[in-house]
T-cell receptor
Framework: GAGVSQSPSNKVTEKGKDVELRCDPI?????LYWYRQSLGQGLEFLIY????????KSGLPSDRFSAERTGGSVSTLTIQRTQQEDSAVYLC?????????????FGSGTRLTVV | AQKITQTQPGMFVQEKEAVTLDCTYD???????LFWYKQPSSGEMIFLIY??????QNATEGRYSLNFQKARKSANLVISASQLGDSAMYFC???????????FGKGTRLSVIA
């Protein structure tokens, strides 16, 4: 696609429920990244995919968070048993690869609210 | 240790004036890239400008320029002729070689005053 697409744009869920957030990167971008941005804060790195594999899962805050990527394209971030502290904007970005010159193109984010 | 430091939580600038947003970084990798992003209240992250560690000249993109001082490990963003639409959060970020993600600073909120 022309840009990075994320869905849903907004999600309100009850505490304890599972949620799935979807990211559709730019066609041909092999690298995909998930970040979390809490209100008024900077971007916290969660996980990174190169193709379908995730070389760096160091940023996932707990084992309730998982992510997968299939076909080198769409990625899903799953949060199980959501907690109120999971409320944030979840941003996805894609990049041509892992060379420093290749910056990211970000999606518009999914605003998650856990009530 | 923080890799990207933005020491100005908030800045004010008069419309049509220039403003400098500070960014210092920390890396031992000789090859890296430095980026600035703008995040307006709508939440989208907009790429502004890129500087490679081996680039000899400071990067410029329209009204944006990057004052790159490699020895001091600083990469300040200069916005000339500020406009009301420049009011936003500005993030400095760095990417090292290999499978490393962009690391962001905490951001600077810029407010342009008419």
């Amino acid at each position: 696609g022309a840009g990075v697409s994320q869905s849903p744009s907004n999600k309100v869920t009850e505490k304890g429920k599972d949620v799935e957030l979807r990211c559709d990167p730019i066609s041909g971008h092999t690298a995909l990244y998930w970040y979390r941005q809490s209100l008024g804060q900077g971007l916290e790195f969660l996980i990174y995919f190169q193709g379908n594999s995730a070389p760096d899962k160091s940023g996932l805050p707990s084992d309730r968070f998982s992510a997968e990527r299939t076909g080198g394209s769409v990625s899903t971030l799953t949060i199980q048993r959501t907690q109120q502290e999971d409320s944030a904007v979840y941003l996805c970005a894609s990049s041509l690869g892992d060379r420093p010159i290749w910056g990211y193109t970000f999606g518009s984010g999914t605003r998650l609210t856990v009530v | 240790a923080q890799k990207i430091t933005q020491t100005q939580p908030g800045m004010f600038v008069q419309e049509k004036e220039a403003v400098t947003l500070d960014c210092t970084y920390d890396t031992s990798d000789p090859s890296y890239g430095l980026f600035w992003y703008k995040q307006p209240s709508s939440g989208e992250m907009i790429f502004l400008i890129y500087q490679g560690s081996y680039d000899q000249q400071n990067a410029t993109e329209g009204r944006y320029s990057l004052n790159f001082q490699k020895a001091r490990k600083s990469a300040n963003l200069v916005i000339s002729a500020s406009q009301l639409g420049d009011s936003a959060m500005y993030f400095c970020a760095m990417r090292e070689t290999g499978n490393t993600p962009l690391v962001f600073g905490k951001g600077t909120r810029l407010s342009v005053i008419a």
